[in-house]
């Protein structure tokens, strides 16, 4: 166990920003991490925050608080079913490189979630999702430190309460639970989904398509659509894509005839919100060294690779007030911001 004062984040988040936090603990023992934690409660009675590698995290100032970074990777298959192993991962471990074990023991379904960045803890909080896919589809259950009791519980996937990058421990169990493994139930027999436009057009000559190709397909349109945080400053899609009702729909559609949408077939629809923040003429659009990709209208990037949190902060409220004004519509951050 690591336990630091004013410890640099800079590394630990995936916009760069360089930020201190006033106290920093990680853990590769999850017992003594239990011990420490029960010994220790007053930490979580103030100012806390639990991450991975920060790929969802924009800080606008320095921490006033504790970090606390699960390092935990250990993975395996648990048991298994004629159609079914269950695997389970600890919360530290890399999401990307669980996916490709995953692969390797031939337990599919995860591929189209390959190279998010982030770990495994995180990725049910946030419940990702990539090309059709939502990770809450796959959760048998998750562990957690309860942080009101001290001892480990576990939910199923369906108490989780998964939703569009949403689940329980952002809502009722936040700041009440950290994440310490998850349990995946994954298929024997391959189910590939090629629903997604991007992924069909990469198979449409393939006559045998494996979970293998589907995870290189994803692997490359991600390496050429997105930029990549080891190189250039980001947290993937800044704002959500927002969902309106099918009257505001229909009105917005007779003034954007283009609009980019997503008919969600309960009388919703998910509305791109890279084409809306495209359509206001902000692609590679700069403040203060942060800038809207220029490739991607979605991701803000740390351009000059010394923006602060607060001048992406800037950046993205420039933006949502050129889409208010000219869509209506309120985007909502994706990132979290602190
Ligand atoms: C280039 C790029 C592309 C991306 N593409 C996608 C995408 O396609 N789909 C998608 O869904 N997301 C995407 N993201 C966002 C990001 O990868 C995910 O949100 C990811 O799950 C964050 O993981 P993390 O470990 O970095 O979590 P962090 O950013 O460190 O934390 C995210 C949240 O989870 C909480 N948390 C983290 N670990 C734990 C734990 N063990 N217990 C309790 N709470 C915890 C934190 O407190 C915070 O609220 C992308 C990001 C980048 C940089």
């Given at each position: 166990?690591?336990?630091?004062?004013?410890?640099?984040?800079?590394?630990?988040?995936t916009f760069k920003?360089?930020?201190?936090?006033?106290?920093?603990?990680?853990?590769?023992?999850?017992?003594?991490?239990?011990?420490?934690?029960?010994?220790?409660?007053?930490?979580?009675?103030?100012?806390?925050?639990?991450?991975?590698e920060?790929s969802n995290?924009?800080?606008?100032?320095?921490?006033?608080?504790?970090?606390?970074?699960?390092?935990?990777?250990?993975?395996?298959?648990?048991?298994?079913?004629?159609?079914?192993?269950?695997?389970?991962?600890?919360?530290?471990?890399?999401w990307d490189?669980?996916v490709?074990?995953?692969?390797?023991?031939?337990?599919?379904?995860?591929?189209n979630l390959s190279l998010i960045p982030g770990?495994?803890?995180?990725?049910?909080?946030q419940?990702i999702g990539a090309y059709?896919?939502?990770?809450?589809?796959?959760?048998?259950?998750?562990?957690?430190?309860?942080?009101?009791?001290?001892?480990?519980?576990?939910?199923?996937?369906?108490?989780?309460?998964?939703?569009?990058r949403?689940?329980?421990?952002?809502?009722?169990?936040?700041?009440?639970?950290?994440?310490?493994?998850?349990?995946?139930?994954?298929?024997?027999?391959?189910?590939?989904?090629?629903?997604y436009a991007d992924i069909?057009?990469c198979?449409?000559?393939?006559?045998?398509?494996?979970?293998?190709?589907?995870r290189k397909a994803v692997i490359d349109i991600r390496n050429k659509k997105l930029p990549d945080p080891d190189i250039i400053g980001n947290a993937g899609s800044f704002f959500k894509n927002?969902?309106?009702?099918?009257?505001?729909?229909?009105?917005?559609?007779?003034?954007?005839?283009?609009?980019?949408?997503?008919?969600?077939?309960?009388?919703?629809?998910?509305?791109a919100a890279g084409w809306?923040i495209d359509?206001?003429?902000?692609k590679g659009?700069?403040?203060?060294?942060?800038a809207v990709h220029e490739n991607q209208a979605l991701v803000l990037i740390n351009k000059?690779?010394?923006?602060?949190?607060?001048?992406?902060?800037?950046?993205?409220?420039?933006?949502?007030?050129?889409?208010?004004?000219?869509?209506?519509?309120?985007?909502?951050?994706e990132v979290?911001?602190?």
């Amino acid at each position: 166990m690591k336990d630091f004062s004013n410890y640099c984040l800079k590394s630990l988040n995936t916009f760069k920003i360089d930020v201190n936090a006033d106290r920093f603990i990680s853990f590769d023992n999850l017992d003594e991490f239990i011990l420490f934690a029960t010994e220790n409660k007053d930490i979580f009675n103030q100012k806390f925050i639990v991450t991975g590698e920060g790929s969802n995290l924009l800080f606008t100032c320095d921490y006033d608080g504790t970090v606390i970074h699960p390092e935990i990777k250990s993975f395996g298959i648990l048991h298994e079913t004629d159609n079914h192993y269950v695997v389970q991962s600890e919360a530290g471990l890399k999401w990307d490189n669980f996916v490709e074990e995953t692969l390797k023991l031939q337990a599919f379904g995860l591929e189209n979630l390959s190279l998010i960045p982030g770990t495994v803890g995180a990725s049910v909080v946030q419940n990702i999702g990539a090309y059709g896919v939502e990770v809450g589809d796959f959760v048998d259950n998750v562990k957690y430190l309860c942080l009101e009791e001290f001892v480990i519980k576990t939910i199923s996937g369906d108490e989780c309460q998964f939703s569009y990058r949403n689940s329980i421990f952002k809502n009722e169990l936040k700041n009440k639970a950290i994440v310490v493994a998850v349990d995946f139930f994954l298929n024997k027999i391959p189910e590939c989904n090629t629903n997604y436009a991007d992924i069909k057009a990469c198979v449409s000559d393939i006559a045998d398509v494996t979970p293998m190709f589907i995870r290189k397909a994803v692997i490359d349109i991600r390496n050429k659509k997105l930029p990549d945080p080891d190189i250039i400053g980001n947290a993937g899609s800044f704002f959500k894509n927002p969902v309106i009702v099918k009257d505001q729909f229909d009105e917005l559609l007779l003034k954007f005839p283009d609009l980019r949408y997503y008919d969600l077939h309960n009388g919703n629809y998910k509305i791109a919100a890279g084409w809306l923040i495209d359509v206001c003429g902000l692609k590679g659009f700069e403040h203060k060294g942060a800038a809207v990709h220029e490739n991607q209208a979605l991701v803000l990037i740390n351009k000059s690779g010394k923006a602060q949190g607060k001048d992406i902060k800037e950046l993205a409220d420039i933006i949502l007030k050129k889409v208010k004004d000219k869509f209506g519509l309120a985007l909502e951050p994706e990132v979290i911001i602190l």
